[in-house]
């Protein structure tokens, strides 16, 4: 049986799970995720998990923050004057917002904080410092 490798496009279903069990992403009732091994279109983690898997294998991938979004990063998050903010937007928590950066570059941002003067803005990824958890199941290998 074919066992996956470096260069191999495989078809995977999943669910991402955080340590406490809450379900944060799932392919379930969809089609199943598909990428190429080595590419580095997923978080390295799952990827190097995946590796040595044949068709019809389930595998339960436990991820360190350090092969999945890293650990938060003081350094992404400001705190900004509201009069800073375009008046069109009402800011609340947990809103997703872009933020243009000075090199023309777009970032997403979660707002964390809202207070009378200042919104606080976070540019880490939302499951960035987080264990995760995956059950996968290979369903193709090419």
């Given amino acids: 049986m074919a066992q996956a490798k470096q260069g191999d496009t495989v078809k995977v279903h999943y669910t991402g799970k955080l340590e406490d069990g809450r379900v944060f992403d799932t392919s379930s009732g969809r089609e199943p995720l598909s990428f190429t091994i080595g590419e580095g279109t997923v978080i390295e983690g799952f990827e190097s998990g995946i590796v040595g898997m044949g068709v019809g294998d389930k595998k339960t991938l436990n991820i360190s923050p350090d092969s999945a979004y890293g650990n938060r990063n003081d350094e992404l998050i400001a705190v900004v ?11 609340s928590v947990g809103q997703q917002l872009q933020v243009r950066q000075p090199d023309g570059q777009t970032i997403n941002v979660s707002v964390t904080d809202v207070s009378e003067e200042n919104v606080t803005l976070d540019a880490n990824h939302p ?4 264990d995760l958890v995956f059950d996968v199941e290979i369903v193709e290998i090419a």
């Fill in 81 to 91: 004057e509201k009069e800073n903010i375009p008046e069109d937007i009402d800011v």
């Fill in 127 to 130: 499951l960035a410092g987080r």
